[in-house]
């Protein structure tokens, strides 16, 4: 009897216990975010004393421990609030964000010749994308939140064309997801490709030709890499930016923002975490 009296005792105790460790983590999920947000200044080891980045950390509180770290690389622009804005809607997701800063100095552009001019040398010389990059993610890395074994990136625009690269090239990386970034990137190596890759693209987007396409999908497949390459109808160059239509009709270009692409790419890369962090 005292036996039998034990053994139902132990099994409630349990159950009380498995049934509040659930409700402490439903309590947890319906909490409003509690933002933590710090700009960091950071420089390649090599350039230290002539190249200063700005870069710019958010994540929630509310979460304990280590969390996914997802770093983020901005458009042709350089470092400004949209990419800001995209860091703190990482931290709200669970994750520690960080914006990259690729120009360095404090350089940005406020029209299309400048950020030309700024983006072109990362083009040709991505192996200097490279090293600022790695500066980012030893930055990324030092947090105490950030789970390094669990590390991302996403760039938009000239931000997922270098990610793309930046996976190509080998860097330690889950995965990278490009939101309309150009796709003439580093030839893909089977022996350096270690993340999982997602491609947001814009259907009508008349930077990123069709050709441009094909080729990408074309070096993607002969190495049997893992990507997935989501097209947007009617979506057009730099979509998921909200400011994309005023610029492009103050300096005559053919970029937009177009809402049902932007919230149809944010979910294809939440589901694409979720399946990739497991």
């Not at 947000?37 to 979460?63: C, K």
């Not at 995209?86 to 552009?109: F, T």
């Not at 996976?167 to 580093?186: P, Q, Y």
Request: net charge neutral; hydrophobic share 40%; proline share 4%.
């Amino acid at each position: 009897m005292k036996k039998y009296f034990f053994i139902l005792t132990t099994a409630f105790t349990l159950l009380l216990t498995s049934c509040n460790e659930e409700g402490k983590k439903k309590e947890a999920e319906m909490k409003e975010p509690k933002m933590r947000e710090e700009n960091v200044t950071y420089s390649p080891s090599d350039i230290r004393d002539s190249l200063v980045m700005d870069g710019f950390v958010a994540w929630d509180e509310n979460i304990e421990g280590k969390r996914p770290a997802v770093l983020v690389v901005h458009e042709w622009w350089g470092m400004n609030d949209y990419v800001k804005m995209r860091v703190r809607e990482l931290a709200k997701l669970g994750y520690i964000a960080m914006a990259i800063d690729m120009y360095g100095n404090g350089k940005r552009a406020d029209n299309p010749t400048d950020a030309g001019n700024l983006a072109m040398p990362f083009y040709q010389n991505p192996q200097m994308a490279k090293q600022r990059f790695d500066a980012a993610v030893e930055t990324l890395k030092a947090y105490k939140q950030a789970d390094a074994s669990k590390m991302a990136a996403i760039g938009y625009c000239f931000g997922g064309t270098q990610v793309l690269n930046m996976a190509n090239m080998g860097e330690d990386l889950v995965a990278v997801v490009s939101f309309h970034g150009g796709l003439k990137v580093v030839t893909p190596d089977k022996s350096k490709l270690k993340a999982q890759v997602l491609v947001c693209h814009g259907g009508a987007d008349p930077f990123v030709p069709q050709a441009e396409v094909d080729m990408f999908k074309k070096q993607m497949d002969s190495i049997g890499a893992r990507y997935t390459f989501k097209t947007y109808e009617g979506a057009t160059h730099a979509f998921s930016n909200p400011d994309a239509t005023a610029n492009g009709q103050k300096f005559n270009i053919p970029i937009a923002y177009n809402a049902a692409a932007d919230t149809a790419s944010w979910k294809d890369m939440r589901d694409f975490f979720g399946t990739v962090f497991k």
